[in-house]
């Protein structure tokens, strides 16, 4: 078959790479590695400083792009980075993982008028991999600690965030994860090839060194209720995120090799650090050598058919209901994908799963897209007629994420929940129904980024501050009474 030749744009717009369709790039750095570090001035330079900095809006923390960019312009890397890391507790992650394609760059002016946006999200890691080299970054120095604790649940982004915006004030600081190392979706979710292990690692120790506490392997529900931990502190932030896997409700789901993505996932990045897995040593949770089916069209679908190339399977499939223009993830995700060599089938639904005792092969029917939804998408329909079957060893599902039941895993029935499961809280101040306890990042508003989870924890420290000043001076005005 005459294979169609693309061309794929490294990041900083100046080498265009030639790929067949189809081919596989032999070398998995993620497309940030292209770019070239020596450039960053000159990339910092191509900011026209327009003066709509649309880049800014569109930021979710509204970090004051058009400056760092001009003291990086200017070689002024130390002001740079002291300007981007007061808005942002996580800079060099945020440059990473954010899709900037959505966000700061798909609005840049340059990007609009068909020159290739300023590559806001390179430089932004640039400029933080530069201060942790340089020992810029430093952690807190607390002179005087506050006499109140806050207890967080969850150590993602959104609870760290918080975390480090109330132990600046001063307030005393305990985390509990169920997990065995902080960092949420960072540690175990997000692949190594975009976001490497040590850059997480090396954050979350800085927040200890700043004299936060963390309590690993604590799951709220089961070594304590919500109650007797609010008995300990007084806040708390719930900020569990969402982990429950969406389903698919057809014959043959419990065929074996069939898994949810996060399982898939975690097994690789625990691989990646070093852990012993004994699902991923012993073949069952490795892509290597197997016909892969990942069914989803979302960031994390592009996570798992790309973990699967790494892992040098056979072939990786793709499999999604709508078409290409339609899929939730960011486009750049499934470009890099596509350049990788996966094959995206799309307008393509599973009917059942195929396999006498393992899983051997999924039958799909074609769809066709009716008219939109109360969503606004265009709704998918099934073909008459269309079955036909794909190989697969492993089936990897990716549906998206729901809140787990947290008001009973947590023996907290008056906790008020969305009718999604997502915990409600006040806009105004983060609170939810019970006073003292506040909620931030995906439990608010199911699953998101870690841009928005970094806002939100920020948001939730200011609020917690706000509550527990106001509980001091409450107890002051009862003492004087
Ligand atoms: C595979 C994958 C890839 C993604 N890729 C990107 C990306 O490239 N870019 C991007 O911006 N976003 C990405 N996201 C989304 C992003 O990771 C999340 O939006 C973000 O991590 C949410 O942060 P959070 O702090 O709210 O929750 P999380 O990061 O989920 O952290 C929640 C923490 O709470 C802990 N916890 C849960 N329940 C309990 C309990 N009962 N007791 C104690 N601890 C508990 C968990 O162990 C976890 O550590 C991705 C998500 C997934 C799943
Ligand atoms: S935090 Fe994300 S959206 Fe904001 S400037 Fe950085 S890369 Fe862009």
Redesign the pocket.
């Given at each position: 078959m005459k294979k169609k030749m693309l061309q794929f744009l490294n990041l900083n717009q100046t080498t265009p790479v030639k790929r067949e369709e189809g081919e596989r790039k032999k070398d998995f750095h993620e497309i940030y590695k292209d770019y070239i570090t020596d450039k960053a001035e000159e990339q910092a330079s191509r900011c026209s400083q327009c003066g709509v900095p649309f880049c800014q809006v569109h930021c979710p923390l509204h970090n004051n792009i058009p400056d760092w960019l001009k003291l990086t312009a200017e070689g002024r890397l130390k002001e740079a980075y002291e300007l981007s890391q007061s808005t942002n507790n996580m800079p060099e992650v945020?440059g990473r993982?954010?899709?900037q394609d959505r966000l700061c760059e798909g609005n840049c002016v340059i990007e609009q008028s068909g020159h290739g946006t300023v590559t806001i999200g390179s430089i932004e890691k640039y400029i933080t991999d530069t201060a942790w080299e340089k020992n810029w970054v430093k952690p807190l120095n607390i002179k005087k600690e506050v006499n109140q604790s806050v207890g967080i649940?969850?150590?993602?982004?959104?609870?760290?965030a918080c975390a480090e915006e109330l132990r600046r004030s001063g307030y005393q600081i305990t985390v509990?994860?169920?997990?065995d190392r902080?960092?949420?979706?960072?540690?175990?979710?997000?692949?190594n090839f975009?976001?490497e292990k040590f850059v997480v690692e090396r954050r979350t120790n800085l927040l200890k060194k700043s004299g936060i506490k963390f309590v690993q392997n604590?799951?709220?529900?089961?070594n304590k209720s919500l109650d007797e931990l609010k008995k300990n502190h007084n806040a708390i932030l719930i900020?569990?995120?969402?982990?429950k896997p969406r389903k698919i409700e057809i014959s043959g789901s419990n065929l074996e090799n069939i898994f949810p993505?996060?399982e898939f996932?975690t097994a690789s990045n625990r691989k990646g650090l070093g852990d012993e897995v004994e699902l991923f040593d012993n073949g069952t949770l490795n892509a290597q050598n197997k016909d892969v089916v990942v069914i989803g069209g979302g960031?994390?679908a592009m996570?798992?058919v790309r973990t699967a190339t790494r892992q040098n399977a056979k072939s990786v499939k793709c499999i999604y209901r709508r078409d290409r223009e339609n899929m939730p993830g960011?486009s750049r995700?499934v470009a890099n994908a596509i350049e990788e060599g996966v094959e995206f089938i799309w307008l393509t639904s599973p009917k059942k799963f195929i396999g006498t005792k393992k899983i051997t092969e999924v039958q799909v029917n074609k769809m066709i897209l009716g008219p939109a939804d109360s969503s606004g998408r265009k709704k998918p329909e099934i073909q008459e007629n269309s079955e036909y079957n794909i190989k697969a060893d492993i089936v990897i599902k990716s549906l998206g994420?729901d809140p787990?039941n947290?008001p009973e895993?947590?023996s907290a029935k008056e906790l008020s929940v969305s009718r999604w499961g997502t915990i409600k809280i006040d806009l105004n101040t983060m609170q939810t129904n019970i006073d003292g306890v506040f909620a931030?990042?995906?439990?608010v508003?199911g699953?998101?980024?870690?841009?928005?989870?970094i806002k939100?924890?920020r948001d939730a420290a200011t609020q917690i501050q706000k509550y527990l000043k106001g509980k001091n001076i409450q107890k002051e005005k009862t003492k004087a009474a």
């Open positions: 945020c993982i954010c899709p649940i969850g150590a993602g982004p959104a609870g760290l509990y994860d169920r997990y902080p960092g949420g979706l960072l540690i175990y979710g997000i692949p975009k976001l604590f799951e709220v529900g089961k900020a569990t995120g969402v982990y993505a996060m996932l960031d994390t996570d798992c960011s995700e994420f787990e947290l895993l947590f931030a990042g995906d439990i508003r699953a998101s980024l870690v841009v928005w989870a939100d924890g």
